[in-house]
Structure formats: C-alpha cells, structure tokens
C-alpha cells in the first residue's frame, strides 16, 4: 500500500533516454518507485542511448525499440524516422501488452514518441516529464492526453493542460553533498561538455591550462572531456610544456601553479562539484539541477545545434535567476572564458549570491512529487 492507502502497482514503463538529461531523472524516479516497493520498472529506450549501460547498471530492465529521431535531422533520416514509427508503435503496443504496466512514465526524447502512442492506443494511463524550458517534440504532441505533466520549469507550465512544477529529480548524492569548497583554496574549476564531450568546451579548457602554466599562482582544474575526445585531448595536453602523470583513462597535468586532472568521464559527479567553486559546462537540464542541488555558480555554454535551442532557454533561465553567467559558443575562447571566470572569482559577494540563487532553484522534493503523480495516474488503472 501506498501513503494513501491505495494498492501498490505492480508494473510501471518508463519510456525515453538516450542523453543523460533524459535518462538520469528518469532512473532517480525509478530508484524512488523501487524504494516505495514497486516491484517492476520497465525502462524502454533504444540500443544508441545510454540507457543500454545505465540502466542495467541500476537494476533496472531495459528493452530497446528500433527509432530514429525528426529533429535537426536531414530529410533521408526523417524519412526513415516516420517510415519506421507505425511498426515502432505496434511493437510497443505489444510490450505494454505483455508487461501489463499499471502506468507510463514519458521521460522525454526521440525514444519515447512510440511508447507514448501506444499508451494512449491501449488507454494505460500516462505522466510526463519534462527537464526542458521548451517542451520537446514526443512530449509536446502526448501532454494533450497526459494524467499529468511534470515540468523542471515554470516556464514550461503554459505548454501542457495539466502541468505541476516539481522541478528536477537528481541522484540521491547531490542531495546530500554539501558545498562548496571552503573560500581560502585555491581556485578550483570544473569543466565539462557531456558524457561524449564538447569539442569548443575542451578547446578552450586546453587553452585555458596553457595560459595558466604560466603563472604561479595555485589553481585547479578538473576536467570531463568525454569518452569521444579523450584520446585527442590526451595527446594535446601531452605536447604542453609541463608534466603528466598518467594512469587508467586518466591524467594530471602540472606546470607552474596550475594541476589538472583529466579523464574521460567523471563518475562521481556530486563530489567533484563539492570541490569546486566554479563549473564550466552545458546547459542541459539535467545537469542545471545538478547545480542547483549543490548551489555551485556555473558558466553556462549552452549547445547550439540542440533542438529548438532549449539549451539556450536553460541557460538564460538560470542566468534570470541570477546563478550563472551564459557565454555563448560562437563568442567561446580561452581569453573570454578567464576574463569572465575571473570577474566572477574576484568579486566574492557575487559569488555568494550565485550559490544562493542556484540553491534556491533547487527542488529537494522534486523526486518525491513525480513518483506521487505516476502512483497517483497508476492507481485508476489497477484492477
């Protein structure tokens, strides 16, 4: 039984993935399902995302359908998107009708549109979720439909006929770190661009690490350069002047006051932003709460080939708010990049009301509140 008294579901999909912005909040509402005592979580995504690691890692099952994305896409690939949705769709009626699931949760992304179709087809009862400041498209054509949907932004409310802003589930460790670094260390600075990495965000971080080479003054920085640009990004910071320390898929780099670390992917995320008094970094949803969680000030890069530039609208919601300072790509180099992060270090009260605004666009409970709406949905549908 759940607070409320009512049968806990046996079954709930959760459909979507494939960036991490999608599957992370996805995966702490499973996590928090699980706890309540749900005894099977269905996450449906495809082979290309990181669902297929993530989620088996979890303990969750995974089953992959075969799709492609409509947006920012040519029109071969839209084709073949549209050509393959009916089958796509019926496979999923298929899932839904084996696995019986008392409710569908819509996490977002390409992944999502057929489950979300089929859900509606099959009359399974259907919560949203939407991380983004502009809703996207598999989650804009099912909110008419929806039980309910789950916004990370208020400005995202008016979309979507019955929306609650809950704000963004996060993993259960940034909810418990504490930050950030005590105010006497040295500088300490977090880069990066997303699990595969962001090719202008590294460039201008390997710029950044020559320059500060050169001056003695003790600074830090840590950077993700994504699994697709660590071998290029590995061998460049070998051909600066200074030395390295090499280990497993990781490196530290030092020259004068400066020490670096590198490595492909940072795994545990909650602490790195503890250490840190500044992030360099996209803007995609999931890793903006991530900031507010740890009330660490950022400067946001959002990317500008994301579909209908909801980076953007992030970033400049986060900015608004007064927690970040937003530097565009096209303006992106290693001397934009220091003056600003150094106008922002060199004014400690700024810096002080930054972490005070990203901490009140956190929403602690946000996890709660969406697995209360999923329960809520599932229970008219138990028999």
Same mark, same amino acid.
């Given at each position: 039984m759940n607070a409320a008294g009512a049968a806990l579901p046996e079954c709930i999909v959760i459909a979507g993935g494939g960036t991490g912005g999608h599957l992370m909040p996805g995966l702490a509402v499973a996590a928090e399902l699980r706890r309540r005592g749900v005894r099977r979580l269905i996450f449906v995504g495809t082979a290309r995302g990181l669902e297929t690691r993530l989620v088996p890692a979890a303990g969750f099952e995974l089953e992959c359908i075969r799709i492609g994305g409509l947006i920012n896409l040519g029109w071969r690939r839209q084709l073949q998107t549209l050509t393959s949705l009916p089958g796509a769709i019926l496979d999923c009626r298929r899932r839904l009708r084996a696995a019986r699931p008392a409710a569908v949760l819509g996490i977002g992304g390409y992944a999502s549109g057929p489950m979300l179709a089929a859900?509606?087809?099959?009359?399974? &009862?259907?919560?949203? @979720?939407?991380?983004?400041?502009?809703?996207? @498209?598999?989650?804009?054509?099912?909110?008419?439909?929806?039980? !309910?949907?789950?916004? !990370?932004?208020?400005?995202?409310? =008016?979309?979507?006929?019955?929306?609650?802003? #809950?704000? @963004?589930?996060?993993?259960?460790?940034?909810?418990?770190?504490?930050?950030? =670094?005590?105010?006497?260390?040295?500088? $300490?600075?977090?880069?990066?661009?997303?699990?595969?990495?962001?090719?202008?965000?590294?460039?201008?971080?390997?710029?950044?690490?020559?320059?500060?080479?050169?001056?003695?003054? &003790? +600074?830090?920085?840590?950077?993700? #350069?994504?699994?697709?640009?660590?071998? /290029?990004?590995? /061998?460049?910071?070998?051909?600066?002047?200074?030395?390295? #320390?090499?280990?497993?898929?990781? @490196?530290?780099?030092?020259?004068?006051?400066?020490?670096? $670390? =590198?490595?492909?992917?940072?795994?545990?995320?909650?602490?790195?932003?503890?250490?840190?008094?500044? !992030?360099?970094? +996209?803007?995609? =949803?999931?890793?903006?709460?991530?900031? !507010?969680a740890m009330g660490l000030p950022a400067v946001l890069i959002p990317f500008p080939a994301a579909a209908d530039q909801h980076q953007l609208h992030n970033a400049r919601a986060f900015a608004t708010a007064g927690a970040a300072v937003v530097l565009e790509q096209a303006q992106l180099t290693p001397p934009a990049l220091e003056t600003i992060v150094f106008d922002l270090v060199s004014h400690p009260a700024r810096m002080a009301a930054m972490r005070a605004s990203a901490r009140a666009l956190a929403r602690p409970d946000a996890t709660s509140r969406i697995a209360d709406l999923v329960l809520s949905a599932a229970s008219g549908r138990q028999q």
């Open positions: 859900a509606r087809w099959d009359g399974v &009862p259907l919560v949203l @979720l939407e991380i983004n400041t502009r809703p996207g @498209l598999a989650n804009r054509l099912a909110g008419d439909w929806a039980r !309910a949907t789950a916004v !990370a932004f208020a400005e995202a409310a =008016a979309y979507f006929p019955r929306s609650v802003v #809950t704000g @963004l589930p996060v993993r259960a460790e940034f909810l418990q770190a504490e930050g950030p =670094a005590p105010t006497g260390a040295p500088l $300490r600075l977090l880069c990066f661009g997303g699990g595969q990495g962001a090719r202008t965000i590294n460039a201008a971080v390997l710029g950044l690490a020559a320059a500060w080479g050169e001056v003695a003054e &003790p +600074r830090e920085i840590v950077h993700q #350069t994504g699994a697709g640009e660590w071998e /290029s990004m590995r /061998s460049a910071y070998a051909r600066l002047p200074g030395q390295i #320390t090499e280990a497993s898929e990781a @490196l530290v780099y030092r020259h004068g006051g400066l020490e670096l $670390r =590198a490595q492909p992917f940072i795994a545990e995320m909650a602490a790195a932003m503890r250490r840190a008094h500044l !992030a360099v970094c +996209r803007s995609g =949803a999931g890793t903006l709460a991530e900031l !507010a």
